[in-house]
């Protein structure tokens, strides 16, 4: 599916007064005790239409909000390393059919896990199958899933002390649950891939990240650390469990419990860097990356990808036999899978109000957002929160769309 090319809709705007309902979702939440806060942005054919910050940074401590807080994004830094990906593919340095054992030989020998026992696997890994997560590889987290388990025992999930080429390294040890391209499995495909792009380039993930993406995006408080100075605006983190734990179904209403992540996700550390999570941002830091995804260019009108690279970005790439997607029991109803992250290909089957071509991601502590291109709709939301249950990134979308008219 080729965005660009669909059919023109209707050139809409947004109403001020169903803007108001952005605060009334926040305000629902906070008070109702789910979330401590929710900072929120939207912008709308290039103007920002709703911005605010609702609660408290600590609600149990009544510890009020600092200016700017910094948050853990988790998997909101997917896309950002999709991105780099794409931008070193335009420049000729690998490609979406590359072997990725030609950068780490390892993987040319890793084997399934069948049952009790393993078998070489027959099909050859790619650097398509790492953007797509379809690579054979898990998450400590996902339940049913034999080789989620062995992640667990390694401790891999909450282990930060781990260098980047160590969890890769303790990656390619352990077997793949399946042969790579034949399921879509959310998993640590892009740490994978975010050693290869250093193998690729020879420069670390932060240097590429800093002069590629952070730098002409103007992403000024985003990366793997923060420092002293600025861990006043460092949220707190609530949840229900801990980013390794296994899935469980839970029933009992959200509630704030403090959780204790920096063994995972260390504050300040020389060797943390990942390419699927790691990444500390804010809000507005976050809103100067969407532009990118929605046009290939900065705010500033600096071209990072091309626009054939965009529109080959926003394709799906998961064949239908593959689909529905699932993550554990959550099923992403009507989304197929992109270079980037997902994509509404049929709001029919969609639980949440969308349209076709929405697309993004969001993070483990419920932070989220969406990108629209043809309605020029996009939006970040921000909170911190493991193992919530409130798809409060859903809400708010929901309630950017229903402003549209």
């Not at 965005?3 to 705007?13: C, G, T």
């Not at 020389?270 to 941002?281: A, D, I, P, V, W």
């Not at 697309?359 to 193992?387: C, H, I, K, N, P």
Request: net charge negative; hydrophobic share 40%; glycine share 8%.
């Amino acid at each position: 599916m080729t965005i660009r090319n669909l059919p023109a809709r209707i050139v809409m705007k947004t109403d001020k007064t169903r803007l108001q309902r952005l605060n009334a979702v926040a305000e629902k939440h906070t008070r109702a005790g789910e979330y401590s806060s929710i900072e929120w942005a939207v912008s709308h054919q290039g103007e920002l239409v709703s911005k605010g910050i609702c609660g408290m940074a600590d609600a149990l401590q009544s510890t009020a909000l600092p200016v700017d807080p910094i948050y853990r994004i988790y998997s909101m830094t997917k896309p950002i390393l999709s991105v780099l990906t794409l931008q070193l593919i335009e420049e000729g340095l690998l490609a979406l059919a590359s072997p990725v054992a030609h950068f780490l030989p390892a993987v040319a020998t890793m084997h399934i896990l069948d049952g009790s026992d393993t078998r070489p696997a027959r099909q050859v890994m790619t650097v398509e199958h790492l953007l797509t997560h379809r690579a054979g590889f898990s998450y400590d987290f996902l339940p049913d899933c034999p080789v989620a388990g062995l992640y667990r025992s390694a401790g891999l999930a909450e282990n930060g002390t781990l260098s980047l080429q160590q969890l890769v390294d303790a990656l390619i040890d352990q077997p793949l649950c399946a042969e790579p391209g034949t399921t879509w499995r959310y998993s640590y495909s892009i740490d994978v891939l975010a050693r290869v792009l250093e193998i690729a380039t020879g420069s670390s993930l932060s240097e590429l990240l800093v002069s590629r993406i952070f730098k002409p995006c103007r992403m000024i408080s985003t990366g793997f650390s923060v420092s002293s100075s600025g861990q006043h605006r460092l949220l707190p983190m609530f949840g229900q469990r801990l980013l390794g734990s296994e899935m469980t179904l839970i029933t009992d209403p959200q509630r704030l419990h403090p959780l204790n992540v920096d063994s995972s996700h260390p504050v300040h550390s020389s060797t943390f860097e990942r390419g699927g999570h790691g990444l500390y941002s804010t809000t507005d830091d976050y809103m100067r990356f969407l532009p990118v995804l929605m046009t290939g260019k900065t705010a500033d009108g600096e071209a990072l990808l091309s626009a054939p690279m965009v529109d080959m970005m926003w394709s799906n790439r998961i064949p239908q036999i593959q689909l529905p997607l699932s993550i554990g029991p959550n099923v992403l109803a009507g989304y197929g899978w992109t270079l980037f992250g997902r994509v509404m290909m049929n709001p029919g089957q969609a639980m949440f109000l969308t349209a076709t071509g929405e697309g993004g991601w969001a993070g483990a502590a419920a932070t989220y957002f969406w990108v629209d291109r043809e309605a020029e709709l996009s939006g970040v939301v921000m909170t911190q929160y493991l193992g919530a249950t409130v798809p409060i990134g859903d809400y708010f979308r929901t309630a950017a769309y229903q402003s549209l008219v």
